[in-house]
């Protein structure tokens, strides 16, 4: 293995002289879509669309370093959805987004090749610092956040998702985190929670600062105490990381999920009012252009019967399949916000209902530097917990893809990387201790049908 002397260095409590001499493979391991593949998929259902076929693993060249950048040896990653975008093609191929990348600067144009590495969170060691890298040195250990932006733009500077050239990495751009190594703006890098393992850290980078940025931050929902905030999703990706926020900042989760064992742990987690819907059995699409008000209100006294009111905030993802009734059902005044559209982006709702009550549907989208600090933070204090149900090797890539395709997995999926087994990485036994490990691997128990 091209990186084994680095996992050596960082099992041995090597210096950060002794791994910044270590010399850079040429190559390295990596997930990956190929541009020679991206209409394989043309005229299948979605549905049908396996991640198994079009992920690789193998060797990608490693990319010289800009002098704003880092190289990490990358211990984990995790699956998220936009791994399953790159990997069924959809809504579109990603490649179009690093020809882009690539037309921009001498830097961009490593990015644009024939093979995407994916992966848009990752934990690990920094082996490499670029000439201009002032807060970080090899050896440091660190998580990421994926907000690419190139700073000498002034469109950076008052809120960085505002930044014209703003992207997701590992979506957006190449060399993502589901690799061995990967190549990382410093201004990604943050500190990696001590008393976590590499994969246990590799799953809050994506979904927990998306989470933050929809309703902590300034940006976004802005919840306060008291608020109560429905949540579609409770268990999944980013809905997991909500329901802890809103528990956290006083608020009350109505948290919705589509499994018995889910509502278990949702309620679990500290979340009293669960609606199960594929109990419930909502059919807000009376046929493919008709919605059902009926359905709405149906959910709508579901809510109150819960919480005795309308939700100040709904969370919203799914998109076309729920967008009408969370329209429907956010108290007046309140706010939807939204960052996704799983089911469909063509969204429908009912307008009158929008202005007549005049409540407002806000955007979000990934976070800021500052707010996916803050939510390390917050993780890093034992306050909000990683979400992270099961680990798979990075050989299983596509595996764990299509899990979470078919909306299988709780919370979180891992992939081990250079980590050799899960478990590895705590560097505080004892803050784990206080912060209790029934806590922290509650979502793993719950995969065990321990709970
Ligand atoms: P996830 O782990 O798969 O969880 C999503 C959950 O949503 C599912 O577990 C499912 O829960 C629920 N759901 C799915 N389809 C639904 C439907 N038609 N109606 C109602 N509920 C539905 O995914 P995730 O990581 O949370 O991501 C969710 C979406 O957000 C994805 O589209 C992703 O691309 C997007 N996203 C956007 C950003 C951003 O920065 N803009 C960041 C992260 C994620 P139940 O079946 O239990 O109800």
Redesign the pocket.
């Known amino acids: 293995m091209s990186m084994q002397p680095f996992l050596d260095a960082i099992q041995s409590g090597a210096s950060g002289d002794e791994i910044a001499n270590l010399p850079i493979p040429e190559s390295y391991r990596a997930a990956h879509v190929l541009r020679s593949e991206q209409t394989m998929w043309d005229g299948v259902a979605s549905e049908d669309k396996d991640p198994r076929k079009s992920l690789h693993i193998g060797e990608v060249p490693t990319p010289e370093l800009a002098p704003d950048e880092v190289y990490l040896a990358v211990m984990a990653s995790s699956i998220?959805?936009?791994t399953v975008?790159t990997s069924i093609f959809e809504p579109l191929p990603t490649f179009g987004f690093l020809d882009r990348l690539g037309r921009e600067s001498k830097w961009g144009a490593r990015h644009a090749q024939d093979f995407h590495v994916v992966g848009s969170d990752a934990s690990g060691v920094v082996v490499r610092v670029g000439s201009a890298v002032r807060n970080w040195k090899p050896g440091d250990r660190v998580v990421l956040h994926c907000n690419h932006v190139d700073d000498q733009d002034p469109s950076a500077h008052n809120d960085s998702m505002l930044a014209a050239n703003q992207r997701?990495w590992g979506f957006e751009t190449n060399y993502g985190g589901l690799a061995e190594l990967s190549v990382v703006k410093a201004n990604q890098l943050m500190p990696k929670p001590s008393h976590l393992t590499w994969e246990e850290s590799a799953v809050t980078g994506?979904?927990g600062s998306?989470s933050y940025r929809m309703l902590v931050g300034d940006h976004a929902g802005r919840m306060k105490q008291g608020d109560s905030v429905f949540i579609?999703?409770?268990?999944?990706?980013?809905?997991a990381y909500a329901t802890q926020l809103v528990l956290n900042g006083g608020g009350v989760p109505v948290g919705?999920?589509?499994?018995e064992s889910?509502v278990k742990l949702l309620q679990a987690m500290g979340c009293e009012n669960v609606i199960d819907?594929r109990e419930e059995n909502y059919r807000f699409w009376a046929d493919e252009h008709t919605q059902d008000e009926g359905e709405w209100r149906r959910l709508g006294k579901k809510v109150r019967s819960l919480i005795g009111d309308d939700p100040d905030i709904v969370f919203e993802?799914?998109?076309r399949?729920?967008m009408g009734a969370s329209v429907f059902i956010t108290k007046r005044g309140g706010t939807i916000v939204t960052?996704?559209?799983?089911?469909g982006y063509m969204i429908e709702y009912d307008n009158r209902h929008l202005w007549m009550k005049l409540k407002s549907i806000v955007s979000?989208?990934?976070a800021n530097y500052q707010e996916a600090w803050e939510m390390n933070r917050l993780i890093d204090r034992g306050v909000i917990q990683p979400v992270m149900s099961e680990v798979f090797p990075l050989d299983q890539t596509g595996e764990a893809a299509l899990k979470?395709h078919r909306?299988q997995?709780e919370?979180?999926l891992a992939v081990l990387c250079l980590s050799p087994e899960a478990g590895m990485g705590v560097s505080d036994a004892e803050k784990r201790d206080r912060i209790g490990e029934d806590r922290i691997t509650l979502y793993q128990r719950h995969a065990r049908g321990e709970l």
């Open positions: 998220n959805f936009n975008w997701i994506l979904c998306t579609w999703g409770a268990t999944g990706g980013i809905g919705v999920v589509s499994s889910r819907r993802h799914p998109g399949q729920t960052c996704a559209a799983t089911s979000s989208h990934f979470v909306n997995g919370g979180k």
